[in-house]
């Protein structure tokens, strides 16, 4: 594959899987381990995205918990055991990755999810074999934050900014790519919505996976030419 290849680097949650009845299914069974009820109204998705340390340390707070290190150590335990399989990804991503791998570009998971969950899901629904690479958070890392992760990826694969774009359904992916000289697709299926994306400065918005692969690779042509 040609070094001049684009690089396209892609969030989990929200924008290639819908994983939230596993994830809020683990949440809530950490809090009751905790001795807490989360509301059953509680609007989940719209937590799905940031660290799962600062998701936690907002819904302990108004128990005056401070446990947050204990509740992610329960929750992981228990995404590891049920809710990772608890997903699935959107109708048309798997067509989407194949055309854009197919069409030469070069694929990168960047996720704050952790990256042996993230590998297991790619994994179980035979998406891994598309990726380049597979990058999330990690033990002793600092790679929780989209900045230095999506920093890490272009440091470990010596990649060009201008030659690459980030896909995310939150504002945290738009923020991390420009915070790295990258520009940002915001894919309008997750659980980000379009205010959000157009707040953080997304330079381009997708409505459904079947346009993709035309934006990603419009998006890194532009930018070979700028």
């Keep these: 594959m040609s070094s001049d290849a684009p690089s396209v680097l892609l969030d989990l949650d929200g924008t290639l899987i819908d994983s939230l009845p596993g994830i809020e299914a683990?949440?809530?069974?950490?809090?009751?381990?905790?001795?807490?009820?989360?509301?059953?109204?509680?609007?989940?998705?719209?937590?799905i995205g940031p660290p799962t340390e600062?998701?936690?340390?907002?819904?302990?707070?108004?128990?005056g918990d401070d446990r947050v290190a204990e509740a992610v150590a329960i929750y992981r335990a228990d995404y590891g055991r049920t809710g990772i399989?608890?997903?699935?990804?959107?109708?048309?991503?798997?067509?989407?990755l194949a055309a854009m791998k197919q069409s030469g570009a070069r694929l990168y998971l960047a996720t704050s999810k952790r990256r042996d969950f993230a590998r297991r899901i790619l994994?179980?629904?035979?998406?891994?074999?598309?990726?380049?690479?597979?990058?999330g958070a990690e033990e002793g890392r600092d790679l929780d934050h989209k900045p230095e992760l999506i920093a890490d990826v272009i440091a470990q694969h010596t990649l060009a900014p201008?030659?690459?774009?980030?896909?995310?359904?939150?504002?945290?992916?738009?923020?991390?790519?420009?915070?790295?000289?990258?520009?940002?697709?915001?894919?309008?299926?997750?659980?980000?919505?379009?205010?959000?994306l157009d707040s953080a400065g997304a330079?381009?918005?997708?409505?459904?996976?079947?346009?993709?692969?035309?934006?990603?690779?419009?998006?890194?042509?532009?930018?070979?030419?700028?």
């Design 85 to 96: 399989y608890d997903s699935h990804p959107y109708p048309g991503i798997a067509q989407a």
């Design 203 to 226: 330079d381009d918005l997708v409505a459904e996976p079947a346009g993709l692969p035309a934006a990603v690779l419009a998006m890194t042509a532009s930018g070979r030419d700028r």
């Design 123 to 135: 994994d179980h629904l035979d998406l891994a074999a598309l990726f380049d690479g597979i990058h």
């Design 26 to 47: 683990s949440v809530r069974a950490a809090f009751r381990t905790l001795g807490h009820e989360l509301d059953p109204s509680l609007d989940m998705a719209a937590l």
């Design 54 to 63: 600062v998701t936690m340390q907002l819904l302990l707070a108004p128990f």
């Design 162 to 196: 201008d030659r690459c774009v980030m896909v995310g359904d939150r504002r945290y992916d738009v923020i991390g790519a420009h915070a790295n000289r990258m520009r940002a697709i915001g894919v309008l299926w997750g659980y980000g919505t379009r205010k959000e």
